[in-house]
């Protein structure tokens, strides 16, 4: 069965840059759409952007200055980067897959996630 | 930008109860384009419903999604009591490409 898991620094001071990675367990990189959504304490899902297995990549434009996903396929890893954090910027982190399909028009789901990793902005 | 809606904020149920969520977007979304999920406290977002109306893998019959245009709801028809948890529904196809409804909680009355 496939699983997504975070890592990552679960404190990361105002200013500085939040770095986490997802590694797939027991499935490909290849075909999907890896994927970052976050979710303040408390509050709704916001996504912050995908990385294609062959490096393509999305961004939220409300986040696109600040944001840089990477993708190493031979540890069946993806990475995001998120720049001068601020307290904004705290929040549990999930990675996911997005499955995009066509069927009488195109489809897009996530339907893997991960359990997610809580990050703070604090010094 | 595509602004998704729900309502009602909050719906106390009891088990067995019926449960209507509804999702409004601001613009027509592609009834493809529109997917539901469940999130129950400490736990990731589950996939309920894609493309408005499929059921994900694994997901009982008693979840059922409907809906076109600026207009979608989720039907819960009698509430099991591991169905106490929030629903979200999302969109693909604006911009940003994707979003999410603030969530409906369906809580036990």
């Known amino acids: 069965q496939v699983q997504l898991q975070e890592s990552g620094p679960g404190l990361v001071k105002p200013s500085e840059t939040l770095s986490l990675t997802c590694t797939i367990s027991?499935?490909?990189?290849?075909?999907?759409?890896w994927t970052w959504i976050r979710q303040p304490p408390g509050k709704g899902l916001e996504w912050i952007g995908y990385?294609?297995?062959?490096?393509?990549?999305d961004y939220n434009p409300s986040l696109k200055s600040r944001v840089t996903m990477s993708v190493d396929t031979s540890k069946n890893q993806f990475s995001l980067k998120l720049t001068s954090v601020t307290a904004a910027d705290t929040a549990m982190y999930y990675c996911?897959?997005?499955?995009?399909?066509?069927?009488?028009?195109?489809?897009?789901?996530?339907?893997?996630w991960g359990r997610g990793a809580l990050v703070t902005v604090s010094s | 930008e595509i602004v998704l809606t729900q309502s009602p904020g909050t719906l106390s149920l009891s088990p067995g109860d019926g449960a209507t969520l509804s999702c409004r977007a601001s613009?027509?979304?592609?009834?493809?384009?529109l997917a539901w999920y469940q999130q129950k406290p400490g736990q990731a977002p589950r996939l309920l419903v894609y493309?408005?109306?499929r059921r994900a893998t694994g997901i009982p019959d008693r979840f059922s999604g409907s809906g076109s245009g600026t207009d979608f709801t989720l039907t819960i028809s009698r509430l099991e009591p591991e169905d106490f948890a929030v629903y979200y529904c999302?969109?693909?196809?604006?911009?940003?490409?994707?979003?999410f409804g603030p969530g409906t909680k369906v809580d036990i009355k």
């Open positions: 996911a897959r997005g499955t995009k399909g066509y069927d009488n028009g195109w489809y897009w789901y996530f339907d893997l």
């Open positions: 027991r499935g490909a990189i290849t075909t999907y759409y």
């Open positions: 990385i294609y297995y062959s490096g393509n990549t």
């Open positions: 613009q027509s979304v592609s009834s493809s384009a």
């Open positions: 493309g408005a109306s």
């Open positions: 999302q969109q693909f196809g604006g911009s940003p490409p994707f979003s």
